[in-house]
C-alpha cells in the first residue's frame, strides 16, 4: 500500500467525434478552492465506463431517475457483468458513508475513443457510446449548469463524484489493430483529458478514475477458459499494452492540475494491484473476500464454460445461480467468463474504494 500525492492530489491505493463534440465548450464553470468533503459528504455519483461499472442504467430524461428509495433509479440488479451487483451497485448500497444517487452512463464495450485504436471508424455510428458520448450526450446534455430544459437534478460539483473505468476495450482494440499501439495511446490520453476538461467546465470538481487490471491473467488469456485458449499467444502483447495503457494516469493527472489551477480533486485507484493481490492464491483472496463480507471462491484462475460465453459474456442474470456442471454457484469463481470478475470480487473492490474515498 502506497501513496503518492500531486498537487491536484492523485491517490493510489496498494465514439464520436471528440473533437467536434469538444470544439466548442460552454463557458466554464468559475474555478473554486478545491473542497473535498469527504466520502460521507458526497450526494452524487456520476458513473462514466464500460461494462465492468455499466448497471443498465438509462440517461433518459423520461426514465425512472435515482431517488432515496431507488437510488440506482431504472437499473437492473444482475444486468452487468459480474452477474450480480457490481461496485458501483456496492458503492451506492453497501460501502456508502451517506445517502446517493447514482447516475450511471456506462455501457459495455465502451472505450474512451474507438477512433484512436480504429481510424477506420472515424464517422461509424455503430459506435455511439465510448467516453465523449457518454460525457456530452449523457451528462452534457441533462446537467450542467448551462442546461435549463429537462434539468431535474439538483447537484453541486463539491458534493458530487464522478467515477471513470475505461481502458479494458481500449487495450482489446489495440491488441488486433495494426496502428501503432503508441499513437492510440496519445489519442486515447486526448481524449482522456479533454473528456475531464470538458466535465470540469461543467461543474464537476472531484474525479475517481481506476486504472485497467491485469489482463494476461484472464482466462482468455491464460486458456482456462473451457473454449480452447486461443488467445492465450496473445498473453505478453496484451500486458505490455495494459501497461501502456496505465501509464497515462500520471499524465491526466498532470494536464488536469494544469487545466484546472488544481481546483480539482482527482483519485486514481490502483484496480490493477488489487487483482494482482488477489491472484496471489486462494488464501490471500478469500481473506479480502472474508475482510469484506463477501463470498469465497475455490475456483480463482479458471472461469466455467457454463456460466460464460467465449466472447466475454454472461447471461445468468442471477448472482446465486448454479450449474452443476461448474460445481459451484457463480460467486465461488474469481471469473464468472474470460474477461470479467464476479461479484464476490466486486465487492472487495467497493470495499477498498471506499476506504480509499474515506482517507483522501
Known amino acids: 500500500m502506497y501513496t503518492f500525492v500531486f498537487p491536484l492530489a492523485l491517490v493510489f491505493i496498494t465514439g464520436s467525434n471528440w473533437q467536434a463534440a469538444l470544439a466548442a465548450p460552454a463557458p466554464p464553470v468559475p474555478f473554486e478552492t478545491t473542497s473535498w468533503p469527504g466520502w460521507d459528504g458526497i450526494e452524487k455519483l456520476f458513473v462514466f465506463g464500460a461494462s465492468y461499472a455499466s448497471t443498465g442504467f438509462s440517461w433518459g430524461m423520461d ?23 457490481n461496485f458501483i451497485t456496492y458503492l451506492t448500497t453497501t460501502f456508502n458513508a451517506s445517502k446517493l444517487l447514482t447516475y450511471n452512463f456506462a455501457y ?52 458530487s463524484l464522478w467515477i471513470v473505468f475505461f481502458g479494458i476495450n481500449d487495450v482489446l482494440a ?55 485458449g486461443r488467445d492465450k499467444p496473445k498473453a505478453p ?11 497515462i494516469f500520471p499524465r491526466l493527472v498532470e ?37 469484506y463480507n463477501s463470498h469465497e471462491v475455490s475456483h480463482l484462475e479458471d472461469s466455467c464454460r457454463w456460466y460464460s460465453q467465449e466472447d466475454g459474456s454472461s447471461y445468468w442474470y442471477n448472482d446465486d445461480y448454479y450449474d452443476e456442471r ?20 466486486h465487492k472487495v473492490l467497493a470495499g477498498r474504494i471506499a476506504e480509499m474515498l474515506w482517507g483522501a
Open 174 to 228: 489495440m491488441l488486433d489493430s495494426r496502428q501503432d499501439p503508441d499513437l492510440a495511446i496519445e489519442k486515447i490520453l486526448a481524449a482522456y483529458a479533454d473528456n475531464l476538461a470538458f466535465a470540469f467546465d461543467n461543474g464537476a470538481r472531484n474525479f475517481l478514475l481506476l486504472n485497467t487490471p491485469p489482463m494476461d491473467i484472464m482466462p482468455r488469456f491464460t486458456g482456462r477458459d473451457g473454449f480452447g
Open 326 to 345: 461448474c460445481g459451484t454457484g457463480t460467486g465461488g469463481y474469481f471469473w464468472l467468463n474470460n474477461l470479467h470478475p464476479t461479484w464476490s470480487v
Open 255 to 291: 494536464r488536469m492540475n494544469e487545466r484546472t489551477d488544481g481546483a480539482a480533486k482527482v483519485m486514481v485507484y490502483d484496480f490493477h494491484a488489487l487483482v494482482m493481490e488477489m491472484q496471489t492464491g486462494l488464501p490471500a483472496a478469500n481473506a479480502l473476500l472474508r475482510q
Open 237 to 247: 502483447r496484451v500486458k505490455t499494452l495494459v501497461a501502456k495503457f496505465n501509464a
Open 108 to 159: 459495455p464495450g465502451a472505450q474512451v475513443e474507438q477512433v484512436a485504436t480504429d481510424p477506420s471508424l472515424w464517422n461509424d455510428t455503430r459506435y455511439p457510446n465510448d467516453m465523449t458520448a457518454q460525457v456530452t450526450n449523457g451528462f452534457g446534455d441533462h446537467f450542467p449548469p448551462r442546461v435549463t430544459n429537462e434539468r431535474t437534478v439538483d447537484w453541486t460539483g463539491e458534493k
Open 63 to 85: 426514465k425512472q431517475q435515482p431517488s432515496p428509495s431507488n437510488p440506482l433509479g431504472n437499473s437492473f440488479r444482475c444486468n452487468t457483468s459480474s452477474n450480480g451487483p
